[in-house]
């Protein structure tokens, strides 16, 4: 089987790998390293927001009792594979 610098399967036929995912966390500098890897790279990266950031800033509900919680967590999950 062939490697990243030799992308050929067991018959010996070259293949390209699939896509990667990337996620970015932390306190800073997502937008500026997504930014990086976007103008090194070039148009084979696609920036997906994060579904969190998305749903409660559009006013979705910060739930505190653990029920609740667990369904927003669904929701922000739900949302985010939809997007990506």
């Given at each position: 089987m062939g490697s990243m610098s030799d992308p050929?399967?067991?018959s010996g036929t070259s293949r390209r790998p699939g896509p990667f995912r990337i996620l970015?966390?932390?306190g800073g500098g997502k937008t500026t390293a997504?930014?990086?890897f976007r103008r090194?790279?070039?148009d084979?990266?696609?920036v997906v927001p994060e579904a969190a950031t998305?749903?409660?800033s559009g006013g979705f509900p910060r739930p505190s009792e653990?029920?609740?919680s667990r369904g927003a967590q669904?929701?922000?999950y739900h949302v985010q594979r939809n997007r990506e």
């Open positions: 050929t399967d067991s970015l966390t932390g997504a930014d990086l090194e790279i070039g084979r990266i696609i998305l749903l409660f653990s029920r609740a669904r929701a922000i």
